[in-house]
Protein backbone atom coordinates (compact mmCIF):
# COMPACT_ATOMS: atom_id res chain seq x y z
CA UNK A 1 0.00 0.00 0.00
CA UNK A 2 1.41 3.60 -1.60
CA UNK A 3 2.31 5.87 1.76
CA UNK A 4 3.52 9.64 1.72
CA UNK A 5 3.04 11.80 -1.56
CA UNK A 6 2.99 11.22 -4.79
CA UNK A 7 3.22 13.69 -7.76
CA UNK A 8 2.78 12.88 -11.40
CA UNK A 9 4.20 15.37 -13.96
CA UNK A 10 3.81 16.40 -17.96
CA UNK A 11 6.52 15.58 -20.26
CA UNK A 12 7.34 19.70 -19.95
CA UNK A 13 7.54 19.81 -16.11
CA UNK A 14 4.17 21.44 -15.07
CA UNK A 15 2.57 19.27 -12.47
CA UNK A 16 -0.31 16.65 -13.56
CA UNK A 17 -1.84 15.22 -9.76
CA UNK A 18 -0.61 14.94 -6.75
CA UNK A 19 -1.49 12.20 -4.23
CA UNK A 20 -1.11 12.53 -0.31
CA UNK A 21 -1.60 8.72 0.64
CA UNK A 22 -1.03 10.29 4.72
CA UNK A 23 -4.14 11.21 4.58
CA UNK A 24 -6.21 8.62 3.67
CA UNK A 25 -5.65 5.11 2.43
CA UNK A 26 -7.16 5.29 -1.12
CA UNK A 27 -5.52 8.49 -1.85
CA UNK A 28 -6.23 12.08 -1.05
CA UNK A 29 -6.05 13.97 -4.96
CA UNK A 30 -4.54 17.38 -3.93
CA UNK A 31 -4.89 18.57 -7.23
CA UNK A 32 -4.95 17.58 -11.02
CA UNK A 33 -4.28 19.87 -13.67
CA UNK A 34 -4.62 19.87 -17.67
CA UNK A 35 -1.37 20.18 -19.99
CA UNK A 36 -2.31 23.80 -20.04
CA UNK A 37 -2.91 24.38 -16.42
CA UNK A 38 -6.53 24.37 -15.56
CA UNK A 39 -7.73 23.08 -12.57
CA UNK A 40 -9.70 19.71 -13.31
CA UNK A 41 -11.02 19.10 -9.97
CA UNK A 42 -11.65 22.59 -8.63
CA UNK A 43 -12.91 22.01 -5.23
CA UNK A 44 -11.78 18.29 -5.25
CA UNK A 45 -14.89 17.31 -7.57
CA UNK A 46 -14.92 16.84 -10.98
CA UNK A 47 -14.35 14.31 -14.09
CA UNK A 48 -11.30 13.69 -15.79
CA UNK A 49 -10.29 12.17 -19.06
CA UNK A 50 -6.93 10.77 -19.18
CA UNK A 51 -5.07 9.39 -22.22
CA UNK A 52 -5.89 6.26 -23.19
CA UNK A 53 -5.23 4.11 -26.45
CA UNK A 54 -6.41 3.76 -29.43
CA UNK A 55 -9.89 3.96 -30.04
CA UNK A 56 -10.36 4.18 -26.12
CA UNK A 57 -11.15 7.21 -23.92
CA UNK A 58 -10.53 6.62 -19.81
CA UNK A 59 -12.29 8.88 -17.28
CA UNK A 60 -12.35 9.13 -13.67
CA UNK A 61 -14.69 10.57 -11.45
CA UNK A 62 -13.92 12.58 -8.43
CA UNK A 63 -16.05 13.52 -5.46
CA UNK A 64 -14.19 15.33 -2.13
CA UNK A 65 -10.77 15.15 -3.60
CA UNK A 66 -11.39 11.11 -3.70
CA UNK A 67 -11.57 9.11 -6.87
CA UNK A 68 -15.30 8.12 -6.95
CA UNK A 69 -15.42 6.22 -9.94
CA UNK A 70 -13.61 5.16 -13.65
CA UNK A 71 -14.60 3.82 -16.42
CA UNK A 72 -13.46 3.72 -20.27
CA UNK A 73 -15.26 3.91 -23.27
CA UNK A 74 -14.68 2.09 -26.41
CA UNK A 75 -15.11 4.93 -28.91
CA UNK A 76 -14.98 2.36 -31.58
CA UNK A 77 -18.02 -0.19 -30.21
CA UNK A 78 -19.24 2.38 -28.03
CA UNK A 79 -18.77 -0.43 -24.91
CA UNK A 80 -18.56 0.98 -21.61
CA UNK A 81 -15.90 -0.85 -18.69
CA UNK A 82 -16.38 0.08 -15.15
CA UNK A 83 -13.23 -0.33 -13.16
CA UNK A 84 -14.10 1.26 -10.43
CA UNK A 85 -18.01 2.03 -9.28
CA UNK A 86 -19.53 3.33 -5.54
CA UNK A 87 -21.41 0.14 -5.29
CA UNK A 88 -20.48 -3.20 -6.55
CA UNK A 89 -23.25 -4.70 -9.76
CA UNK A 90 -25.37 -7.61 -8.56
CA UNK A 91 -27.13 -10.19 -10.26
CA UNK A 92 -30.96 -9.31 -9.38
CA UNK A 93 -30.86 -13.47 -9.32
CA UNK A 94 -27.77 -13.81 -7.08
CA UNK A 95 -24.59 -15.52 -7.36
CA UNK A 96 -25.43 -18.68 -7.33
CA UNK A 97 -28.19 -18.20 -10.26
CA UNK A 98 -25.74 -15.82 -12.29
CA UNK A 99 -23.15 -19.28 -11.92
CA UNK A 100 -25.66 -21.47 -13.22
CA UNK A 101 -26.70 -19.26 -16.13
CA UNK A 102 -22.89 -18.77 -17.07
CA UNK A 103 -21.91 -22.55 -17.09
CA UNK A 104 -25.07 -23.46 -19.02
CA UNK A 105 -23.90 -21.24 -22.10
Not at 2 to 12: A, D, K, L, Q, V
Not at 58 to 73: Q, R
Not at 77 to 83: G, I, L, N, P, R
Request: proline share 5%; hydrophobic share 30%.
Amino acid sequence: MPTGIFSNYYENGKPKTRIDYSQAPDGLYVYAYSADGVDLIPKGNGMVESDGTAGKSHFTEFVDYHVFGSFSVNTLAWDTVYTRCEKLPEFDRGSVRMAMLIRQR
